[in-house]
Each structure stands twice: as structure tokens, then as C-alpha cells.
């Protein structure tokens, strides 16, 4: 039996593999949102998600320990790793105690920002494109650059706000959007200082992303009262 | 080393410098630690591998040997340094300790 889903937030996709296990599906594997289940027992199993410690590979060093401890490695993923364990041995968790638990979510905050960073600058190197070359697909490129940005810096802010909650202060940073308008509102004049002529559709995205600012911060600031 | 007041020890971290006095793999540890704490403090496998990762880096432990064991585990063990930290911090909490008993007592004598 096979499921899609895409997560950005690991605890929603534990909490979510642990309850299809309630309903007696057991994980087998994972590719690019593709989930394999198998029949098991209800509540069979207890599962996890973590960062791999070495990049995109799970070092022989962690794996032993995980089987040391009775815990199943059930795939690697680009820079994660699905774990498993029988229910029988206890509650399931990798982190115990708060200090490592926050100090790993700041790395998983690291590496969604750094990703999302890096998206945004291939974004501007297509929209430099589409300014020069004036073909389509630059913009259609650019676009999806954008959004692998906005989901990457969301799911890196939603980290930054748990560890917020861990550590027991506020949560005061704007959203998503807010860093999305920024960086299309950026580009927009950045584009039209290039030329020095008013492109409309740039003019157009610009006054946009201003309102939207506005509207957001106002938002924001009433929330905040 | 500084004249610098150290920083308290976290529980996980103290517990691993006491359990790695001897000599001991991941596993081991966990299991020491489960056994000193009388089941009280169960650290989780992603808990324990940065905690290693971090006190290797700090050099207050070392890697032992991975050669005697047949299955090649890595073990680890506590150095001079991590023994001088983890003696300051067993002097800290004997302080913090005998102050508390102290206070108790001056409190049943009033």
C-alpha cells in the first residue's frame, strides 16, 4: 500500500506515521513522498524522524547505536532518515532531555533556511535571465524558485518558533509571506533600476507586494497588542 | 584553561563523563547511566550521539580503542581534562547541596 504526502515538519509526519500504524499499517519505505506501508499489528510501532549526521549519508557509527538500542532504520532521504521502533520497548524518542532536543531542531532550522537561501539566489539568477533573454520559461523557472523558497523559509521559521516555545520565550518573527513579499518586492527593483524604464509588469508585481507588506505588517502589529 | 567560571553540566553530559571513568561503547552508556539513575534518566540514541560528538570536540573524552573489541565498537573514555571539568562540577554540586542542607537545618531549629 503506498500513500502521498510531503512534509516539512517532522513531528507532524511522526505523528502521522504513528497513527497509520494505529489503524495496523506498518512503514516500510520512503521515496521522494512516496510512503510504503505494510499490514502489522495496531500499535506496533513507534516511529521517528531525524537529520542524518553526515549530509545526505547515515554514518555506520549512528546505525549501530540505533540497533544497539532496538531501533530500525527504515530508509534514508536526501538529508533524513526514517526510524522505527516496536512499541514493547517503551515510548520512542531520539532526543530526552531539552538541551539536545533544541540544539537539533537548530540544526534542522539551519538547514531549511540555508536551503531556502539557496533557492532564492537561483531565483534571482532567473529572473536576471528572464530580463535578458526575454524567453518564458525563465519566468516559470523563477517562479517555482520562489516557491521551493517560500516553502523551505516557512518550514525553516516553523522551526525557529519551536524552538521558541521550547526555550520558553516569545514567538515574534514575521511570517513566511512576509520574507516571500520581501524578496519578489527586492527583486522587482532591482529589475527596474537595471533598465531605468518602467517595465508595467514589474511596476505592477512592486505596487503589489507593497500593499501586501503593509497589510501584513498592520496584521502583525494588531496581533501584537 | 581560563579563569572563566564554568558552566553548569548538563545532566546528560555529566552523566555520560561519570559512566565514561571506564571505558564504554554508546550502548554501554545508556545502559550505565539507566542503572546509576535507577531508570530515572534513559538517554534517547540522538541525545547520546551529539552529546559524543560534542564532548569529543571539547576533547574532555577520547576514543579508547576500536580494535579490541571483535565486533570493532567504538569505545570512548573520559581524558585528564574532562576529569578536572567533571571534579570542578561534583565540587559546585556538593556546594549547592550542603547550602541547601544548611538552610534546612537553621529552618527546624527556629
New interface residues.
Given amino acids: 500500500m503506498k500513500k502521498f504526502k510531503l512534509y516539512f515538519d517532522k513531528d507532524e509526519e511522526v505523528k502521522w506515521l504513528n497513527e497509520m500504524t494505529e489503524q495496523g499499517w506498518e512503514c516500510t519505505d520512503f521515496k521522494g513522498g512516496f510512503y510504503s506501508f505494510k499490514p502489522c499489528l495496531p500499535g506496533e510501532w513507534l516511529y521517528e524522524a531525524?537529520l542524518n549526521?553526515h549530509g545526505f549519508i547515515l554514518s555506520k557509527?549512528?546505525r549501530?547505536?540505533?540497533k544497539?538500542?532496538k531501533?530500525n532504520v527504515i530508509c534514508t532521504w536526501g538529508f533524513w532518515f526514517l526510524a522505527k521502533r516496536k512499541a514493547q520497548y517503551?515510548p520512542f524518542?531520539?532526543?530526552?532531555?531539552l538541551?539536545?532536543k533544541i540544539?537539533?531542531y537548530k540544526k534542522i532550522r539551519n538547514m531549511f533556511l540555508g536551503a531556502g537561501l539557496v533557492e532564492l539566489i537561483c531565483f534571482y539568477v532567473e529572473m536576471f535571465a528572464f530580463q535578458e533573454m526575454k524567453q518564458w520559461y525563465f519566468f516559470v523557472f523563477s517562479a517555482l524558485l520562489l516557491g521551493l523558497f517560500y516553502v523551505l523559509w516557512k518550514a525553516g521559521l516553523n522551526m525557529k518558533n519551536k524552538i521558541a516555545a521550547l526555550e520558553g520565550k516569545e514567538v515574534t518573527d514575521p511570517s513566511s509571506i512576509h520574507s516571500l513579499m520581501g524578496a519578489v518586492l527586492v527583486t522587482c527593483i532591482a529589475m527596474l533600476l537595471r533598465n531605468y524604464i518602467p517595465h508595467l509588469l514589474y511596476l505592477f508585481i512592486l505596487v503589489a507586494c507593497i500593499v501586501v507588506e503593509i497589510v501584513l505588517t498592520i496584521k502583525i502589529k494588531k496581533e501584537n497588542e | 584553561m581560563g579563569n572563566e567560571p564554568q558552566q553548569p553540566l548538563t545532566e546528560s553530559i555529566f552523566y555520560i563523563l561519570l559512566a565514561l571513568h571506564t571505558p564504554n561503547h554508546g550502548y554501554g552508556i545508556i545502559k550505565e547511566v539507566e542503572t546509576l539513575t535507577n531508570g530515572r534518566v534513559i538517554m534517547g540514541a540522538g541525545t547520546l550521539y551529539g552529546a559524543i560528538k560534542t564532548l569529543l570536540k571539547k576533547k574532555w573524552i577520547r576514543l579508547y580503542a576500536d580494535t579490541n573489541d571483535s565486533r570493532n565498537k567504538k569505545e570512548y573514555v573520559i581524558t585528564p581534562l574532562g576529569k578536572e571539568i567533571f571534579s570542578a562540577e561534583v565540587n559546585r554540586l556538593e556546594e549547592l547541596v550542603a547550602n541547601a542542607k544548611k538552610k534546612e537545618k537553621e529552618h527546624e531549629e527556629v
Fill in positions: 531525524d549526521d557509527e549512528y549501530e547505536l540505533l544497539d538500542n531501533i517503551g524518542q531520539l532526543y530526552t532531555d538541551e539536545s540544539l537539533q
